[in-house]
Structure formats: structure tokens, C-alpha cells
């Protein structure tokens, strides 16, 4: 398919892409660069610095010095908050542009890719909203039990200098939703995207500096592991943010544990979604199918586990087959195409792995199964039955558009299995019956449930995980607080 993209896409790209550092674009210390490639041709889409040791050196300076100083962690909250719209509001007179570097970049539908961008706008202008309104608290003397007089009060203070870790399923996205609460709560920010969608991050800070955040306060550093590596490690960064795999998330935990930085981990999930027989079919197949098949099942919080009660279950496979069919697997730039590649070659190998170790542990699949890598690195949507939970296909993440589905009978049953895994990030529950719901809701052990429908990340609404899916929460007031300090003040008064 050929695609003309915008004027202002084509000169994008063909920058050679330097480090944010103190506000200024510049090469990195030992002149060494990668390319970044285009999953759905495979072509090289731009060349981009690869930040050393030395320049996390130079950016974390650059990110202390503009904190201690208090150039934005001691500018006043409406003034934040008014250069935070002002950043949401130029980058959304470019979401065509933006749009079209996330479909080179990622691979991903460009449909998917506004629904993202959308929501990355609306998580700026949240946390914007919020700098003036998450404060401490007056506590009252006769609460300290001793019969003297205190005035006591707590306050939330910005952590100070934040690494911000970026996973490449959603390089838009999780860009904001870690740099959108740590700005509006006064941090300075270093941020490694992931060295296989690196543009977003780079076209973001740019339209920041236009928005007029100051020098040193938002710097970007292109790498691979081992430049987030050199981050972790760093004694002048006070909290990291990762959202990547489980694996690495411990390693990143092991690594902070030397100086007790603050960590928010976002990791690994294995979702579970349920099908009850008294819900609306006609709705849930069509979300279910979704709930893996979006992004072509690279999602953390994907439903990749289906769980369909006995009564409905022949019909309900049968449904998610013919929905699937009707799924169109391509580039996206084709308005059509609702699965576009798999990000990398390394990533189709293992969904295809896990495929062949699923038809020899004796499970079925009913549609899909392959893919092509001619051009893409393309996988069709893939269904199995007959799974045994001690399958791998059932049990690890896969991250690929791979379902795994099992027939249950009752509510207790479907319970044990969908909590039985190391994971609890998301799940989905479909049923007509509101006191199912809860009760369902209630018991499942996961951070995030969805009734009737499945994902959606609101501003307001905490996301993160349980178990080996994450420490900590993004979003809404928790979101906010993660990049801030509370402080106890407590003043003795004369009587």
C-alpha cells in the first residue's frame, strides 16, 4: 500500500535525531547513533543518537540543577498548569502529524493510534488541572492525645528528579502518562523511550519546548538498555518509572535497592476475561475479541485468557471465529486494517514459538496459528481451545494476538482459575446480573476490572497492578501523588 505522508512527517523524519539535554538538541558524547525501522516494510524509517553513560551524566545534571534551582518546581502551580495546556493544546493541532510517526514507528492502525494520542491529551490536561488541588491537610491539636496545643499540617512536595522508562507497545501514551503527573507536580524529568519507537519521545519534547517548559526540566535520552540502565543506577535521580516486563522490572527493583529510590512498576499481565452465560453476547463477542486483538495483542493489560461459561460456550467460540475472520491484518495506513504488525522480528518469533509449544502441549486452534514476515512482521489472530491451565499459552505472557479460551461452570470455578497466575493487572466480566458483578469484582485479584466492556484508561481512574504486574499506580490523584514527597510539619503553641 502506498501512503503519501504529511510534508512535516517526511521532514521529521529525515533529521538525524539528537539527545534533549538542558533544553538544548545534542549528539551524543561518543557520536554513536541507531536506525529505527518500520515494522510493517521493514525500511529504515531514521537515524537517532544513542546516549552513553556520560550523557545520562549530563542530562541528570541538567535535570538536578533545574530542580534545585526551582525554575519549575518552584514556579507557581497556575503557571504550570497554564504551559501544560498550552503543550496539549499544540500537540493537538499536530495529531495528524503525531499519528503518522506512531503508525512508522510502531506499526500500530492509525485509528488506534488517535484513540491513543486522544488519550494521552487528555491525561496533560488532567494532571494540568491538578497542580493547584492535591494538597495536605490541617490536622487538629487534639488529635496528638498529649493535652498540649499544636498547629500540624502535611504537605505534598515534588520527589525531585524522575527516570522515566518507556515501554514500545505505546510510545505516545506512556510517554504522558508518566511525564503529564510528574511535571504538574513539579519534577524534573529524564526520559529513555524504547530504543524500537524512539520518535514519539523526541517530537513530544520538541512541542514541549515550544510550549515553553524550561530548559533542563524535560530531557530525552535515546538509547538501548543500557543507557535506562545508567539511569537506574544514578545516584542523583530520585525516583524511577518503568513500564516494560516483569523480568525486567525485578532486575530494576534489585538495582534501586542500594540508595531505596521511589519506583512505580507497571509489568507483566496475563488478563483474564469472563463470559457469563446471562450476558449480551452480541456486545461481548465483539469486546472480547478486542481485548486481545487490539494493538495486535501487545497490550500489558490484554484479556488473554477467555473464560466462557459452559452454557454459551460452543456459541460464543464460534462468534469470536467469525469476528476474527473479519479482522483485517496489514499497514496502518490502511483505514481497514485493524491488526497491524508485530513490532520486531525478535517479538514474531516469540508469539510463533509459543504457538508451536501450544499445538505440542495439545491445544487447538480454531483460527489463525501463523504469520508472514515477507514484508511485516505480521501474525493473524489466533484462538485456541482445549487448554489445560498448566499450559505455557495459558500462563505466560505471550504479547502477541494469541487467545486462550476455557470452558467453566459456575462463579467459583471461573474465580480460582482466572486468579490462578502470577499476574492481576487487568480483567474483563460480562453478565446482565449487577450483583454477579460486584461479587466477581470483588474477588478477582487484579488492579483493574471492567465490566461490560474491556480497557479504557480514564485521567481520573488509578491503573496499575497486583502481584507480579506492578508496585504503585498511574493516573488519577494517585498518579499525582507518586511524584511527590508528604511531609509532616508540627509547630508547639504558647498556651
Known amino acids: 500500500m502506498n501512503y503519501q505522508i504529511l510534508k512535516e512527517t517526511s521532514n521529521f523524519l529525515s533529521n538525524k535525531h539528537k539527545l534533549l539535554i538542558d533544553g538544548h538538541w545534542v549528539d551524543s558524547s561518543d557520536g554513536n547513533s541507531f536506525d529505527v525501522f518500520n515494522p510493517a516494510n521493514k525500511n529504515k524509517i531514521a537515524e537517532v543518537c544513542f546516549a552513553s553513560s556520560q550523557d545520562v551524566d549530563k542530562a541528570v545534571s541538567s ?26 493544546d499544540l500537540l493537538e493541532s499536530k495529531i495528524d502529524h503525531i499519528s503518522e510517526i506512531e503508525v512508522l514507528d510502531n506499526g500500530m492502525p492509525v485509528l488506534i493510534a488517535k484513540t491513543f494520542i486522544q488519550y494521552g491529551l ?42 522515566l522508562i518507556l515501554p514500545w507497545n505505546g510510545p505516545f501514551g506512556t ?25 514519539s519521545a523526541l517530537l513530544l519534547a520538541e512541542t514541549a519546548l515550544e510550549a515553553g517548559i524550561p530548559p533542563g526540566v524535560l530531557n530525552v535520552l535515546t538509547g538501548d538498555a543500557s543507557t535506562g540502565e545508567a ?7 530520585d525516583k524511577i518509572s518503568f513500564t516494560g516486563s516483569t523480568s525486567v522490572g525485578k532486575k530494576i527493583v534489585n538495582a534501586c535497592s542500594h540508595d531505596l529510590k521511589r519506583i512505580t512498576l507497571e509489568l507483566g499481565g496475563k488478563s483474564p476475561c469472563i463470559i457469563f452465560d446471562d450476558c449480551d453476547l452480541e456486545s461481548a463477542i465483539p469486546a ?40 483485517k491484518v496489514g499497514n496502518g495506513f490502511d483505514p481497514d486494517t485493524m491488526l497491524g504488525p508485530l513490532i520486531s522480528e525478535i517479538q514474531f518469533n516469540q508469539v510463533n514459538k509459543y504457538v508451536q509449544e501450544g499445538l505440542e502441549e495439545g491445544a487447538e486452534v480454531i483460527i489463525g496459528g501463523d504469520g508472514d514476515i515477507s514484508d511485516g512482521y505480521f501474525f493473524k489472530p489466533t484462538v485456541f481451545t482445549k487448554i489445560n491451565p498448566s499450559m ?3 500462563r505466560e ?14 462463579l467459583d470455578e471461573v474465580i480460582s482459575l482466572a486468579n490462578d497466575t502470577q499476574y492481576g493487572l487487568g480483567a474483563g466480566v460480562f453478565t446482565s446480573d449487577v450483583n454477579k458483578a460486584h461479587s466477581v469484582a470483588a474477588k478477582i485479584q487484579s488492579g483493574n476490572v471492567w465490566v461490560n466492556h474491556y480497557g479504557g484508561m480514564h485521567s481520573a481512574l488509578p491503573f496499575g497492578g497486583y502481584k507480579q504486574s506492578g508496585w504503585g499506580r498511574e493516573l488519577g490523584e494517585d498518579g499525582f501523588k507518586a511524584y511527590t514527597e508528604q511531609k509532616t510539619v508540627s509547630i508547639k503553641l504558647s498556651t
Open 288 to 327: 472480547a475479541a478486542m481485548a486481545i486483538f487490539t494493538n495486535s495483542g501487545q497490550v500489558c493489560f490484554a484479556g488473554s485468557r477467555l473464560y466462557v461459561q459452559e452454557g454459551v460456550y460452543d456459541e460464543f467460540l464460534k462468534g469470536i471465529a467469525e469476528f476474527s475472520k473479519g479482522l
Open 231 to 237: 539511569l537506574v543506577h544514578h545516584k542523583d535521580v
Open 122 to 163: 487528555d491525561w496533560i490536561r488532567y494532571f494540568a488541572g491538578m497542580t493547584d488541588k492535591v494538597l495536605g491537610k490541617n490536622i487538629s491539636s487534639a488529635l496528638t492525645g498529649n493535652g498540649e496545643n499544636f498547629h500540624s499540617y502535611t504537605s505534598l512536595e515534588p520527589i525531585g528528579v524522575v527516570g
Open 175 to 199: 510517554f504522558l502518562i508518566k511525564v503529564a503527573p510528574a511535571l504538574a507536580a513539579g519534577c524534573s524529568c529524564i526520559v529513555k523511550p524504547a530504543e524500537d519507537t524512539p520518535l
Open 392 to 394: 505455557k499459552i495459558a
Open 63 to 88: 535535570a538536578r540543577n533545574s530542580f534545585d534551582i526551582g525554575v519549575w518546581s518552584g514556579m507557581k502551580p497556575l503557571d504550570r498548569s497554564k504551559i501544560l495546556w498550552k503543550w496539549a
Open 397 to 410: 505472557e505471550i504479547f502477541g494476538p494469541v487467545l486462550a479460551a476455557t470452558k467453566f461452570q459456575d
